[in-house]
């Protein structure tokens, strides 16, 4: 087995195509760890409506990810969130219970201000070992 880590995906972009100083996915061994994901839809723009539109699109987002690195959702442990606002608890946790079957990953949310206009965001660390 490898000790290298493997970076996936392309190095984001944000206002302006100005470069983000992060990689999408890192395996280190075993471990996916999934950088933070918003509802921002393949043309940039943040996702429209509320808490279950942008929850749907953000965890549509961590898929997409988890895929480049061959994990899927049942691949998950930890769940980290940030909502931007704690009205929005119970709703997110209504469309989450839709995506996380049992067992459940252990999760954490905190309430937190956005780096950009959005009502989630979203990182994930997935297990998958490495044929």
Known sequence: MSKQKI???NVPSGAGGQRLPFSPAVRAGDFVYISGQVAMK????????G???QTRTTIGNVQKVLALAGCNLEDVIKVTIWLDDT???WTFNRVYQEYFKDP???R????????VDCKIE???VAYKPLD
């Open 42 to 49: 393949e043309n940039g723009e943040i996702e429209y409506g």
């Open 104 to 106: 459940m990953p252990a």
């Open 51 to 53: 808490i279950e539109a």
């Open 122 to 124: 979203m990182e994930v």
């Open 87 to 89: 009205r929005d608890f």
């Open 7 to 9: 970076a996936y995906g």
């Open 108 to 115: 954490s949310c905190v309430q937190s201000a956005m780096m």
